[in-house]
C-alpha cells in the first residue's frame, strides 16, 4: 500500500481546476478499490455532504482540457460518458465518512499527506524566491542575469494550448 501510495503517485492526480486542486472521482476510485459509479452512488447518496466547495462537476470543456493534458490526445469511446465529479481536499476528507471501508481511511490519510507536502513545497519555493530577491537587491548588477535566471526555474510551468486543428 505505501508504494502505490507514495506523494509522487498522488500528486500526479491532483488537477487544478477553477483555481482549486481537486482528484478526478475515478482517480478516487482506483485509489479506493472501488469502481466509480459505486463512489459516485455513496455521493450522490450522502449529497449534503458535499457542498460546492467540497466536489464539482466538470464541465465538457474542462473534463476534454484535463484529458489532454493528462493523456496527451483523446482516444473515442475509451472514457466515460458521464461527467466527472471533482473533489477539492476537503471533499476527500468527507469521502472517508461515505466509504467507510479500512481501505478508504487509509486512503484517505496518505492523501491528505501528499496535500499537505504539497502545500510545504509550495510554501517553500515562495521563501527560496523572497531570499533570492533580498540577494538580488544586496548585490550588485553583475548578478541580474543570474538571478533572472533562479527566479525563472522557480516559477510553475506555463499551460501550453494544444497544437493541431480545433473544430
Do not use: C, W
Not at 61 to 76: A, C, I, N, S, V
Not at 80 to 85: E, I, N, Q, T
Not at 114 to 122: D, I
Not at 136 to 157: G, H, S
Amino acid at each position: 500500500m505505501a508504494n502505490i501510495l507514495s506523494v509522487e503517485v498522488i500528486a500526479t492526480k491532483i488537477f487544478e481546476v477553477r483555481d482549486k486542486k481537486v482528484m478526478l472521482d475515478s482517480d478516487l476510485a482506483k485509489l479506493y478499490g472501488v469502481q466509480t459509479k459505486h463512489l459516485t452512488h455513496q455521493v450522490r447518496r450522502n449529497i449534503k455532504r458535499f457542498p460546492p466547495d467540497f466536489m464539482i462537476r466538470l464541465t465538457r470543456k474542462e473534463y476534454r482540457e484535463l484529458l489532454r493534458h493528462q493523456f496527451g490526445t483523446l482516444e473515442m469511446g475509451k472514457y466515460s460518458k458521464y461527467l466527472p465529479y471533482a473533489f477539492t481536499e476537503q471533499g476527500i476528507a468527507m469521502l472517508s465518512s461515505v466509504l467507510n471501508s479500512d481501505r478508504a481511511i487509509r486512503v484517505n490519510i496518505q492523501i491528505m499527506r501528499a496535500f499537505v507536502q504539497l502545500r510545504k513545497m509550495l510554501l517553500t519555493n515562495a521563501d527560496l524566491r523572497r531570499k533570492i530577491e533580498e540577494m538580488e537587491r544586496k548585490y550588485d548588477r553583475q548578478f541580474v542575469i543570474v538571478f533572472e535566471a533562479i527566479k525563472k526555474l522557480l516559477e510553475p510551468p506555463k499551460q501550453t494550448r494544444a497544437i493541431g486543428f480545433h473544430t
